[in-house]
């Protein structure tokens, strides 16, 4: 399994980007997806999860009610919304996969910038 992710880029607060995420391979052995951010000097955090069928998701309490995950076959999505200048980070989605769920991949990172 790899992904890829896009979306990244320059934008003022209170606005909104949308990331995705393509996985490729064997994308029916994908499970959990997720997506996380690393600020600068600052350790990765988790953002947003999101079962296999895109059933259940959940947030951390920073990005509750300003952030959607979503996902269709083979994409996953973060719409970010009333973007806020402590949201800049590296952008990161994160899939286990397998039969058992343990293997783990991460895509390359996409940066977000919000400006004050």
């Known amino acids: 399994v790899q992904l890829v992710e896009s979306g990244g880029g320059l934008v003022q607060a209170g606005g909104s980007l949308r990331l995705s995420c393509a996985a490729s391979?064997?994308?029916?052995?994908?499970?959990?997806m997720h997506w996380y951010r690393q600020a600068p000097g600052k350790q990765r955090e988790w953002v947003a999860g999101?079962?296999?069928?895109?059933?259940s998701t959940n947030y951390a309490d920073s990005v509750k009610g300003r952030f959607t995950i979503s996902k269709d076959t083979n994409t996953m999505y973060l719409q970010m919304d009333s973007l806020k200048p402590e949201d800049t980070a590296v952008y990161y989605c994160?899939?286990?996969?397998?039969?058992?769920?343990?293997?783990?991949?991460w895509g390359q990172g996409t940066l977000v910038t919000v400006s004050s």
């Open positions: 994160n899939a286990n996969w397998g039969p058992q769920g343990d293997h783990e991949v």
């Open positions: 391979g064997n994308i029916a052995s994908i499970n959990a």
């Open positions: 999101i079962t296999p069928g895109g059933g």
